[in-house]
């Protein structure tokens, strides 16, 4: 598939393994800020309406450029106002040439809970959220021109969704992502949005992202992910990495000392959006 990964890319080898080395522009870098806002968008498969940020490229507002799309997800506790405060938005939409959306998780591990109807994430995403954007924002509303990536909780999100719906999302990234969730059986509420994992063990199986690995054919979405080595997710983001290569799956893995905290992920975007930058077709 044009823009997926390609082996003769010395940087996009399987498995790959690297240090975090690009740096973050200054927030100063851009002498006329890009249009961010912020609008409320409401479905049927969520409970309440969801405020998302929204970045377009400087310029936006003088041309009818379509744009490609990336997609933030904060963790747990956090909303669409996490991005935008460990990061510039509106000089990463003009440097990267992409509109930035950054909703708000609820807490929710982007799931369609089988526990709490009112929290159906994941049909809210595909269904409703995606398709609000495209018809709001001059976008390239095709999987090759979206990618998804978050931290933490957003990052277990981000690889769930595009893997789930390749035909939606074509690149995925995480940082310091869940990738695992079964050796946290009482953290960060999931048990309120699966039920105890002792009395649902093989639900929990089901919603975890590694093993949705065995689902995957090679080149089917282009994955880049990273994690602290001082991180508590960083065993579970190593054995990410062994079931890809297990699987001969291409993907980037980059691991770099830090912990599971914003000066981490501040400085681990950047790899990630640069990746994007170099794949997303426009």
Same mark, same amino acid.
């Given at each position: 598939m044009k823009g997926l990964l390609k082996s003769s890319l010395a940087?996009?080898?399987?498995?790959?393994?690297?240090?975090?080395?690009?740096?973050?522009?200054?927030?100063? #870098?851009?002498?006329?800020?890009?249009?961010?806002?912020?609008?409320?968008?409401?479905?049927?498969?969520?409970?309440?309406?969801?405020?998302?940020?929204?970045?377009?490229?400087?310029?936006?507002?003088?041309?009818?450029?379509?744009?490609?799309?990336?997609?933030?997800?904060?963790?747990?506790? #956090?909303?669409?106002?996490?991005?935008?405060?460990?990061?510039?938005?509106?000089?990463?939409?003009?440097?990267? #040439?992409?509109?930035?959306?950054?909703?708000?998780?609820?807490?929710?591990w982007y799931w369609d809970s089988p526990v709490k109807p009112g929290m159906q994430m994941e049909s809210f995403f595909i269904k409703e959220l995606v398709p609000a954007i495209d018809s709001m924002y001059r976008t390239l509303p095709q999987a090759q021109s979206r990618a998804i990536t978050g931290f933490s909780m957003g990052g277990h999100g981000a690889l769930w969704l595009a893997?789930?719906?390749?035909?939606?999302?074509?690149?995925?990234?995480?940082?310091?992502?869940?990738?695992?969730?079964?050796?946290?059986?009482?953290?960060?509420?999931?048990?309120?949005?699966? #039920?105890?994992?002792?009395?649902?063990?093989?639900?929990?199986?089901?919603?975890?992202?590694?093993?949705?690995?065995?689902?995957?054919k090679p080149g089917q979405i282009n994955i880049i992910f990273d994690c602290g080595t001082e991180d508590f997710f960083y065993k579970v983001n190593c054995s990410l990495d062994s079931a890809l290569n297990g699987r001969r799956i291409p993907h980037i893995y980059l691991t770099s000392p830090g912990q599971h905290n914003g000066q981490y992920w501040e400085r681990a975007i950047y790899p990630q959006l640069d990746f994007f930058g170099r794949v997303l077709r426009r």
């Open positions: 940087v996009l080898a399987l498995g790959t393994v690297a240090a975090l080395t690009s740096m973050a522009p200054s927030r100063q #870098g851009y002498k006329t800020p890009a249009l961010v806002d912020t609008i409320t968008v409401s479905g049927s498969y969520i409970d309440r309406p969801m405020k998302v940020t929204v970045a377009v490229p400087e310029g936006y507002g003088s041309d009818t450029t379509r744009y490609p799309v990336i997609y933030l997800l904060n963790g747990h506790g #956090g909303d669409y106002r996490n991005w935008p405060r460990l990061v510039p938005v509106d000089s990463i939409a003009t440097r990267y #040439g992409a509109v930035v959306v950054c909703p708000s998780g609820f807490n929710s893997i789930r719906h390749s035909d939606v999302f074509a690149h995925a990234g995480a940082s310091s992502g869940g990738v695992d969730i079964r050796p946290f059986p009482k953290s960060w509420g999931m048990h309120g949005l699966l #039920g105890k994992q002792s009395e649902n063990r093989e639900r929990w199986d089901r919603h975890t992202v590694i093993n949705l690995v065995d689902s995957l």
